[in-house]
């Protein structure tokens, strides 16, 4: 009888064994039990801000730093998206991200009720004073000055158009870079911006092009979703295009010369780190050039001449070092 308990506990001991390896191994393939929520205003593969944020998620699944990445999108009326972050919240995800400078008014209402809950919301610089709320930015007129000043270099006149969503976040910040940049290359050039204040009215955005090239203008550029429309117009007219928040080259590869890309990646993962250590928010993030987090993609199927390759080049280390 004793031989017979004593083989017992010694199964039981190899089965424990063998457990605690499945599940640890379990953990490492997976990274952890880390679920995260996306809601946002537009498709997920709309070349331009939703899916900038979706992508860089997938990416963090794909190497293991999260095991769920679950996203609501087109959620442009506001009061949906806060619908989908208090369902999200409520289902217990570990970081809800409200990826849209609108859905500020309902996080600010929503995150009290969940203390146990991290969210982010971006691009803002205000986590409300919340602890359990991270705010992100994206420094978009690092990009937009380097997209201004090839813009200016490649322009045959003195015309350069933007046609820009509503006034405000890295729409702005991206906006007045790229006029920067045309006026650093080209001084006495006229640049020509249309706020159609609206962030996904495509109609609107082929309008706004097509008078920007009215008034003259062989190069244009755009930010939000809704550029789709006016990236339709560039490449009917034969107009250079840039991009930013995606890489929009598969939209019109014979007219768009690069875009400014985000790869919000590398501060989810940062964000993500603090949370598994205990800290749910009360920090802002920003992507920069510094960080990687923003990178121009040139597109190999345009002939973009050297020495304006050389340009851009310059600018981005220029502001690498605080230039």
Known sequence: MKNRFTKLAILLSVLALVAAACSSSDDDSGGGDFRIAIVAPSASNDLAFTQSIVDAADLLK??????EVA??????????AAVAIRDYASDGYDLVIAHGSQYGGSLQEIAPDFPE??????????????????????ASDQGGRVMGIMAAALSQGDVVGIVGPIEVGDAKLYVDGFKAGVLIQKPGADVLVNYIDSFSDVALASEAANSLIGAGADVLSGTAQMVV???????????????????????????????QVY???????????????????????????ANDGLVIEYNDGYDLPADVRELADDAIDAIKSGG
């Open 62 to 67: 794909d190497s293991g730093v999260v095991s």
């Open 71 to 80: 996203v609501t999108d087109g959620t442009f009326v506001v009061d949906d």
């Open 117 to 138: 809950t991290s969210f982010a919301w971006g691009t803002s610089a205000d986590t409300f004073g919340l602890p359990n709320v991270y705010s992100y930015e994206a």
């Open 229 to 259: 429309g006016a990236v339709g117009v560039a490449k009917s007219e034969g107009v250079l295009w840039f991009g930013t928040q995606a890489n929009q080259t598969t939209l019109a590869p014979e007219i768009v010369v690069a875009s």
């Open 263 to 289: 790869h919000w990646e590398h501060i989810l993962e940062e964000m993500i780190d603090k949370v598994k250590d205990g800290k749910l928010g009360g920090e802002l993030f920003s992507i920069t050039f």
